[in-house]
């Protein structure tokens, strides 16, 4: 893999986990503290699913789709050009899945904390793997869509 793309992925989840530290040491459970009132606040809640919930309680198959997604996106990454987007989008996603990962391995659950009510939604909280995660999936759309994803050098890797 692009030494590149791993210094990424290390140094963000390096910003997840003292992040989730920071969190679960200075708040207690399901505490809030307004940031920007009606808008931002820090939470700090256990997410034993994944997004919205989805699979609550059933953290062996989270932990197995996170492995199966880590092992298909570095089989993947290497159609694509080894540009500066690219190699964010993979670090960003390679280090969010992985902060969520260790979290489940370690706790059984994910630790979040980042909460938004937008126009009236109240957003379900989240962490900064999951905006890592997000981002990295809009990028790679991105390549995608300018047909970034079929190049292959292999003198480049």
């Known amino acids: 893999m692009n030494k590149k793309i791993v210094l990424g992925s290390l140094c963000l989840l390096i910003v ?3 992040t989730k530290m920071l969190i679960d040491y200075n708040f207690s459970l399901m ?3 307004d940031i920007i009132p009606n808008f931002f606040a820090i939470t700090k809640v256990y997410n034993y ?3 919205w919930n989805i699979l609550t309680g059933h953290v062996i198959i989270l932990i197995a789709i996170s492995i199966l997604i880590l092992f298909l996106l570095y089989l993947y990454h290497k159609k694509f050009l080894l540009n500066i987007r690219n190699i964010i989008a993979f670090s960003l ?3 969010g899945i992985l902060g969520n990962l260790l979290d489940r391995i370690l706790y059984g659950y994910v630790i979040d904390f980042l909460d938004f009510n937008i ?4 957003y379900p ?3 900064l793997a999951d905006t890592f995660i997000v981002v990295g ?3 790679l ?3 995608i869509y300018k047909k970034e994803d079929e190049y292959v050098s292999y003198s480049r890797r």
């Open 119 to 122: 126009f009236g939604y109240d």
């Open 93 to 95: 996603l390679f280090g």
């Open 137 to 139: 999936i809009i990028l």
């Open 31 to 33: 505490s809030r503290k």
């Open 49 to 51: 699913g994944a997004s």
């Open 141 to 143: 759309i991105i390549a």
């Open 125 to 127: 909280v989240f962490n």
């Open 16 to 18: 997840d986990i003292v």
